[in-house]
């Protein structure tokens, strides 16, 4: 039987509890979102291909975690990804799957840990929200993207009632620093009746 960790995800408070969560929820991860029909990864996964169908352009799973994402973003075809995560433990699983080219971890407190430019399309698959990466995590990954590369997203139902995460995606979009490519309402955790929004921007 695993650990429930999954409700006491909404309700941390800083990047250490964050960390320190997921470091113990490691083992028990993929069965215990997968037993809710976790089904973000693959809907982001097929929005970045269906703006981006290029097998070989690499991709940034940012906040990979156990790899679900990676994984999805292997199953539409992309071939090249790379992983990092805060939690060394996640990464296990993460390498388990055998569908990363590299994994690294970072420290959670540094507040620029990617280099410029040197990915032309990442993913923050159910990484940045409400107990989880905060508001400035968008604008960090934003900048950190070249002109005309790509942000996929998503942001859950606890998220969406936060203003102060949609207001960061809004304030690129008015600024016209970024364009608008999908955006689409569905399934998040179907197992908690949770939903959640999944965005592809480009940066202009």
Known sequence: ??????????????????????????????AEVGSNGYATPGRVAEALWSKMSEP????????CGTGLSGKALSN????VIDGVDPSPKM???AEAKGVYRR?????????NPLEQDAYKAITAIGVIGTGAAPPETFDMLMKALPKGGLLAFSF????????TFTTRLSDWLDMGAARLLFREYGPHLPGMDL??????????
Not at 76 to 79: D, K
Not at 103 to 111: K, R
Not at 156 to 163: F, K, V
Request: aromatic share 12%; charged share 30%; hydrophobic share 25%.
């Open 195 to 204: 939903k959640s929004d999944v965005y592809v921007v480009e940066k202009t």
């Open 156 to 163: 859950n139902d606890h998220t969406l009632d936060d203003p």
């Open 76 to 79: 539409v075809g992309f071939q």
């Open 103 to 111: 994994l690294t971890t970072f420290e959670i407190t540094d507040p």
């Open 91 to 93: 990464l296990e699983g």
């Open 56 to 63: 070989q352009t690499p991709v940034l799973d940012y906040g």
């Open 1 to 30: 039987m695993s650990d429930k960790y999954l409700k006491d995800t909404y309700d941390l408070e800083t990047p250490e509890d964050t960390r320190a969560h997921y470091q113990k929820w490691a083992s028990s991860y993929d």
